[in-house]
């Protein structure tokens, strides 16, 4: 049984394992694929947010003044965030550090 806490030698780390990090250890590489994930996720998002306009323009269908009651609780949930946001960076900013004392 080997202790966890011992060094992995390289001999039982798998061929491929070992050149799947040098290939990650290439900048250009990381920086495609941090690219092609905010690519993706900016696909995700919008595709979101076509469901979201689709599923409220269906219920103002069978409930008209849907969208409007949508909207105006959207917009205070996007208030009432802000100052929640505020209040914790005023609160993370007023208080000093110890080390700072």
Do not use: C, Y
Request: charged share 30%; hydrophobic share 40%.
């Amino acid at each position: 049984m080997t202790n966890s806490t011992e060094p992995t030698s390289a001999s039982s780390v798998p061929q491929e394992l070992l050149e799947h990090l040098a290939d990650l250890l290439h900048t250009d590489q990381v920086l495609d694929d941090i690219a092609d994930l905010r690519q993706k996720d900016q696909v995700l998002h919008d595709i979101l947010a076509v469901d979201v306009w689709a599923l409220a323009k269906t219920m103002d269908e069978f409930q008209p003044g849907f969208w409007a009651a949508f909207m105006r609780n959207r917009a205070e949930a996007t208030r009432r965030f802000i100052e929640a946001r505020n209040r914790r960076a005023r609160q993370e900013s007023s208080t000093r550090h110890p080390f700072f004392d």
